[in-house]
């Protein structure tokens, strides 16, 4: 039986693989939330692993809000890099594989095709560059891991756009979008699934993983209007009119 522990217990890919985690016969899965291990604490994850030994952990334990992340750069550097940096440490000690989650965000979207695994990063914002510096510490310390960027991650768990799209149409009768930032959603659960089926190949390395339809965050929310049934006028409108602290890329489409 592969023990894998699987950190950010509570987020929406934690709970994605907790809702499938007994189709997946021969692997026993410990949930950890931040509450249980804080992956920027070196002392925590020494001593978690230390209980449970893992033969893998995949890492959902991140700082997520491009927001706040302008202002909280500190906080978020120490979550999505020092806190990769721990896990790599822990994992080459204990001989675990590190499965990590980063994203699109790492791309600065200037050019027009999809962006390939061996395309240079040049995050334009806080969010971007400290999940980058965390993809770098795993590269620099581990041989046996597997990097999954992935984009605009959605699904009926937790924070995401789908969720908030949904919330506001029990209040709202009008919503302007933005239409000129283009990307791929990727529903967690298939996330989880690419997951499950990567970690037992043995093939490492950097991965790109996304859904298959690509589109704008107005072309989304009228897909998920529709889907849901909800009839409510959706606007288009450039990124201009949606002023925002953090900036992003225009088009983040992976390969």
Request: aromatic letters at 12%; proline letters at 4%; glycine letters at 6%.
């Amino acid at each position: 039986m592969k023990q894998i522990l699987v950190t950010g217990a509570h987020g929406q890919l934690g709970q994605a693989l907790q809702s499938i985690s007994n189709q997946f016969i021969g692997f026993n899965f410990v949930f950890l939330s931040s509450l249980a291990l804080d992956i920027s604490n070196n002392e925590e994850c020494h001593r978690v692993f230390a209980v449970y030994k893992p033969n893998f952990c995949v890492n959902f334990a991140a700082y997520t809000d491009v927001e706040k992340a302008e202002d909280e750069v500190e906080l978020a550097y120490q979550v999505n890099a020092e806190g990769c940096k721990n896990l790599a440490e822990v994992c080459l000690q204990y001989d675990t594989t590190l499965v990590h989650i980063s994203t699109d965000f790492v791309f600065d979207g200037k050019q027009n095709k999809p962006y390939k695994t061996t395309d240079i990063p040049n995050p334009i914002n806080v969010y971007g560059a400290s999940k980058l510096k965390g993809e770098q510490y795993i590269q620099q310390l581990l041989v046996h891991y597997y990097i999954i960027r992935t984009s605009w991650v959605y699904s009926e768990f937790g924070h995401n756009f789908r969720n908030t799209m949904l919330k506001l149409a029990k209040t709202k009768t009008e919503l302007n979008v933005v239409n000129d930032q283009i990307g791929c959603p990727t529903h967690a659960v298939s996330i989880v699934h690419f997951i499950m089926n990567i970690v037992q190949t043995k093939s490492y390395g950097l991965y790109h993983y996304r859904g298959e339809i690509i589109c704008s965050w107005y072309d989304f929310a009228v897909a998920i209007f529709k889907e849901n049934k909800i009839k409510i006028k959706v606007n288009p409108i450039p990124t201009e009119e949606y002023p925002t602290k953090a900036k992003r890329p225009k088009y983040s489409v992976l390969g």
